[in-house]
């Protein structure tokens, strides 16, 4: 098991943009947070009113966003226009190449994301775009993954978590698997273990862990290949 304080994760800070990483990223990097197996980019982004980042490429990438505050604004060289408000999320399919930009859909509040990434389970494939809303219902809504809102390129579940004060909730993760948890709001406990807002939590194959919820929790769960 291993635990990823808020505190902890990798700054940065550049006027528009305040962002921090849970994992190694662009300059950034931390031998002991590489990823956690097919996982590789929590980012906890806020944006400038008007601002954002510019077209730029990507390639053979799962890239998922979940907009927590303003409005998130994404174009892509496939014509895809988004205009992404707080309970909608995005999957962009990188495949063998597309170029996009995501910037600040206001011009007077700040925008505040988190974005994704997740190896794709074959390199190559076609691009691809999706978004959805998300219903705010208590309990587990999966996000991406089988059954879910958003198809996504990897035997892969990314799930939201909603829980009221007491709830109970427990995570194992399965041979050759890693699970792992990003708290939103709220907070979760197991023990003298508390995660708040920004932690988050990483179980290997064969672990498991349970969780008695804060009031108004809100998380993140993902199973992916370790």
Known sequence: M???KAQDRLPTHIGWLDSKHTYSFGHHYDPQWT???ALLVINDDTVAPGAGFGTHG???MEIISVVLEGKLTHKDSQGNIGHLVPGMVQRMSAGTGIRHSEYNGSDSEPVHFLQIWIAPHSRGLDPSYQEAEVPEQQGKVVLAGEGGLLAINQ???LAQYRLEEGDEVSFKAQSRRKRYLHVIEGGIASGELLLGPGDGLELSA???KAFVAQAGTRF???DVPA
């Open 35 to 37: 990823g956690s197996g």
């Open 155 to 157: 035997d892969a579940e």
């Open 206 to 208: 064969g672990e498991e």
């Open 2 to 4: 291993r635990i990823r």
């Open 58 to 60: 990507h390639s053979d």
């Open 220 to 222: 993140l769960a993902f």
